[in-house]
Structures are given as C-alpha cells and as structure tokens.
C-alpha cells in the first residue's frame, strides 16, 4: 500500500480524501454529461481522475492533496527548492526525517546551481547509480564501496563513535566479519597450519583511562593472509582460519600468533572502481591491517584496525580508515631461541624472522562516551 511505501521516510499525512470541482469542456461531445461532471464533487475513487493501479493502491488509505499557490521559478524568490522544502514541511509528521530529507535537498540542489550542473552530467550520475544497484550483490554492495571511497563512512563513524582523548580511535570493520571465529586462549595461533605468509607474534594490553587492565575484555580479531586474502573469499571455506577470539587476563595483557596482513585491493571491477580512475592517483588499495572488535562490561564498545608502519597505501588508503594513532612500529626478531619463547615451533617459522607487533588498547566507559556525546551535542546548537 502506499503507505507502506512511503510512510517510513515520514510524508503520509491524515489519511482523508481530497475533493475538487472538475471542469470540464462546454463543447464536450455529451452536453448533458458534462453539465453533470461540472458540478460533480468528486475524488481520488473517480476513475475520470485517477486511473487503475493508483485506485487499487488507495483502495483504503489516501494521502494528502494540497492545491498549488505558487509558481516557482530559478529566477524568482521562490525557487524548487522552497517548493519541495514547504510540500515536505506540510506533510511530514517526524522532525528527524524532516530534518534529514530537507537537508539533503538543500544541499544538492546548491550543489547543482554552484557548478551549474548539465543535463548531460545528471543522465551520467543516474546511469552511474543505476549501474551501481545493479552490480550490487550480498558480498559486494557498490553503494557501500562509494561510501567509503568518498570519506562519508569514515565520517559516519567519526561522527556515531566518538572517543575521549587518550582512548583509541575506532575505525570501520569492513565486510569481513564473521560470527563464526572461534574461541582460543591468549597465546594461541589464529592461522591454521600452512596459511600463506610470514610468522607474527601480537601482544597487548586492554586499559582505561586511568590506566587500569579491563579483566575479562573481549577481543574478536580477524584478518587477510600473507596473499591479502581473508578465509570467507577462499572457495570451499570450511572452518574459519585467521580470525578468533580471547579473552584478556587480569591486568588485560593477551597475545596471540599469527600471520602477517598484506595489503589487498578492494573491487574495482565496477561503478566504484571508475569513479576510482576518474581522479588522478585515486587507487583501490588497502594498507596491510588488522581488525579487533573490543568489548567489556561498562566500557563503551570499540571497533578498530591497526596498521604496520611499513605498510604502503598509508596516505593514500581508498576508504580513508587509517589513522597516524593507529600505525604501529613492528620489531623484526630473527632470534630463533626467542621464537620459541612466543609458542612457535620448528618449522613454522618462514623467511628467518619473526614480526613482532605490540599494542595497548584504552576503551572509554559508556558513561565518558555518554558525556562526550551531550558536549558535542551543545556545541552543535
């Protein structure tokens, strides 16, 4: 039903029909049918008005009709743009869809008049989202790519997660994320054996602002292999490799082994790949990272990467998720008798040295999150 349709974004106002006085033509074929349709009050059920397929979708519910008043002009005081901002102030019963719909609007229809933007370049962009939906599928949604090629999801997630000074900055999680990532102890390998890439050893610790460990966090770790590929791309995936959980000790240290990320380019085989190409040095490769989800009873929950110093891409990261906070100095140990101390054994160890990554995580509580969000609330008024 219509409103079904449209009801979510907030324009069915009362559902009451609207009648008019329908004029129609003196030298009408059928005079006396016409001096009869002249006076006739009639609405939306008049099929002389409304054709099938909008009668049998208002066959219960009629949204508003409001006369227009005005003629809008470009070159007058009332533009589409007042139009479309007063239909929608008229009909729309929620202030945040109202809000969100009124300032999209505004903001395109400036966009268009400030670079005087040709029918040609509107035919391309609605090629270019049309395309975009439909290469679109489960594991390759273009829309979200555009989002994160251009900044916004990056912004989003600045803008919904914010963190306290000294806490670690959150990041987005990608597309990669599994619920089916084991459960191992600290200390245990996350790669299966003969995983593609060279030996990692990560340790860290989970702290608050106050430096304490968090007993009991919960870390969800989950990466690409040596080849910058992740377990759910491989055909035939049995059993998650690369990827688990821990749970931090007492003082919240926890470590675990590993393979070493590489970087890897997201796709580029559609609309977001071009828009990639139309800029110049526009590229779609990621910086080698790995990604933790961190949770704690009372502390606000935190999703982030973090990335190897010598990672290419850095400055250049296509979805704008790396952060100077988050890049980490690796220790390459070529000690065989201290690879043994971290839990590897004879064999597994490939290329004569392994990379050694540290890091400590700080989480805020939900309360100092809480307090930040009001004062940026404030402040935005």
Not at 49 to 78: C, M, N
Not at 192 to 215: P, Y
Not at 245 to 274: C, E, K, M, Q, W
Request: one cysteine or more.
């Amino acid at each position: 039903m219509l409103q079904q349709a449209v009801g979510d974004i907030g324009i069915v106002g009362s559902l009451r029909p609207f009648t008019r006085q329908v004029h129609i033509p003196r030298d009408c074929h059928d005079h006396r049918r016409a001096d009869s349709l002249t006076s006739l009050n009639t609405s939306y059920s008049n099929p002389l008005l409304v054709g099938t397929a909008i009668r049998a979708q208002l066959e219960h519910e009629v949204p508003q009709d409001l006369p227009l008043e005005k003629d809008f002009r470009e070159d007058s005081a009332y533009t589409i743009t007042d139009h479309v901002h007063q239909l929608h102030a008229s009909l729309s019963k929620d202030p945040r869809t109202l809000q969100l719909i009124t300032s999209l609007i505004s903001h395109l229809h400036a966009f268009a008049r400030e670079t005087q933007f040709t029918h040609s370049e509107w035919t391309k962009v609605v090629a270019f989202l049309t395309r975009a939906g439909k290469e679109s599928t489960d594991f390759k949604n273009e829309f979200v790519l555009l989002s994160d090629c251009i900044g916004l999801s990056a912004l989003v997630d600045e803008i919904n997660h914010p963190k306290p000074l000294g806490c670690t900055e959150s990041c987005e999680p990608g597309p990669f994320y599994t619920e089916d990532a084991p459960e191992i102890p600290s200390g245990s390998s996350l790669a299966k054996a003969g995983t593609t890439g060279e030996a990692m050893f990560f340790s860290g610790t989970v702290k608050n602002l106050k430096g304490e460990g968090i007993k009991g966090a919960r870390i969800d770790v989950w990466q690409a292999d040596g080849d910058g590929i992740y377990d759910v791309q491989y055909p035939g995936r049995t059993e998650p490799n690369d990827r688990g959980r821990i749970v931090a000790s007492p003082d919240g240290s926890f470590n675990y082994r590993g393979i070493l990320p590489t970087a890897y380019p997201i796709p580029s085989d559609g609309p977001t790949g071009d828009f990639l190409h139309l800029l110049e040095g526009r590229h779609p490769h990621r910086a080698s990272h790995i990604h933790f989800t961190l949770k704690a009873p009372g502390y606000d929950d935190l999703t982030t990467a973090l990335y190897p110093s010598h990672s290419p891409f850095l400055g250049t990261d296509p979805v704008f998720a790396t952060k100077k906070s988050l890049i980490c100095e690796l220790v390459e140990e070529r000690n065989p008798d201290h690879w043994s101390e971290m839990g590897f054994k004879e064999g597994e160890v490939q290329g004569g040295r392994v990379w050694v990554w540290k890091y400590n995580f700080v989480l805020a509580t939900i309360t100092e999150v809480e307090q930040l969000q009001r004062a940026r609330a404030t402040k935005a008024l």
